[in-house]
């Protein structure tokens, strides 16, 4: 449809002497190669589908080569974040096979991360102090029950999870449950807020059983990136269900926010 309507466009300017000669062959030529790579309603912009060309996306290539791919597709006009998929051999409807964690990536993500705390009186100011950006308890419960869940990561003294529990169908389905297996109930407010400031990265196997976190930007140096996601990756090795039979690990891509992804192989993350 974009390529009829554009020969459209070109036909009328044509027919009122509004272009020149050379200018036409320039957008024909557009048009043509716009055709060739397949832009359509549905398939790429010519931003990523010029970045694909002469791109191999069956080969596994090594982390670092890899990495170097996803950047030169990442050409947004932004700091395109790169994320780590994990596509892992187990049953995600069976509640023995579920895999999560948390783990600290040591070069943090590059976003910037908001922090919610509930909590009351001394607690709530320690969080404060560790630069927690809401902080709060029955007030904070009532945002949350009216749909106000503007924050990336939820922590919570272990004396605020029966008040919790009346917005876990809020929290539990965007993954911000604050669960004691995770760090994020805890006592040790502080702790936790700065953890989770630094670079902290929950994970958890979705439908299908796939695994899939920001590991950092495209602005980071490629040994940063390297660094982030082989912690991740070693994390996600370490959370695998006993009761899980078969190839744990299947598949590994690395792709950017607005760009392509690849494959991974997996023996350069060990």
């Known amino acids: 449809m974009l390529l009829v309507r554009l020969r459209q466009w070109v036909l009328r300017l044509k027919k009122f002497r509004l272009l020149k000669f050379y200018k036409v062959k320039i957008i024909y030529g557009f048009l043509e190669m ?3 790579q397949k832009i359509e309603k ?11 060309q002469d791109k191999d996306f069956d ?3 090594l982390i670092e080569d890899a990495i170097k791919q996803v950047k030169e597709c990442a050409t947004a006009k932004f700091d395109e974040s790169i994320d780590l998929y994990i596509s892992l051999g187990i049953d995600s409807k069976q509640s023995d096979q579920n895999v999560r964690g948390v783990v600290g990536l040591p070069n943090g993500t590059g976003k910037k991360v908001v922090v919610a705390v509930f909590a009351r009186d001394k607690k709530a100011d320690e969080a404060k102090k560790a630069g927690a950006t ?3 308890a029955e007030d904070l419960i009532e945002q949350v ?4 869940v503007n924050f990336d990561r939820c922590i919570a003294t272990p004396d605020m999870m029966p008040l919790i529990g009346r917005v876990a169908k809020v929290l539990g389905p ?3 449950m604050p669960n004691p297996k995770l760090g994020s109930v805890t006592d040790d407010v502080g702790t936790a ?16 059983g796939i695994v899939h976190a920001g590991v950092g930007k495209k602005s980071f140096d490629d040994a940063k990136l390297v660094e982030n996601i082989k912690v991740l990756f070693d994390a996600v090795i370490k959370a695998k269900p006993s009761s899980a039979k078969g ?4 598949k590994v891509g690395l792709s950017s926010t607005m760009g392509a992804g690849f494959k991974v192989d997996p023996s350069s993350l060990a």
Request: no cysteine.
């Open 145 to 148: 029950q009216k749909g106000e």
């Open 193 to 208: 807020v700065k953890n989770a400031l630094a670079g902290q990265v929950e994970f958890r196997a979705e439908k299908g």
């Open 34 to 36: 716009a055709k060739a």
């Open 42 to 52: 549905g398939k790429y912009s010519l931003r990523l589908a010029s970045a694909r």
């Open 174 to 176: 965007k993954g911000l």
């Open 59 to 61: 080969k596994l290539y």
């Open 247 to 250: 190839v744990y690990i299947k």
């Open 134 to 136: 809401i902080v709060g």
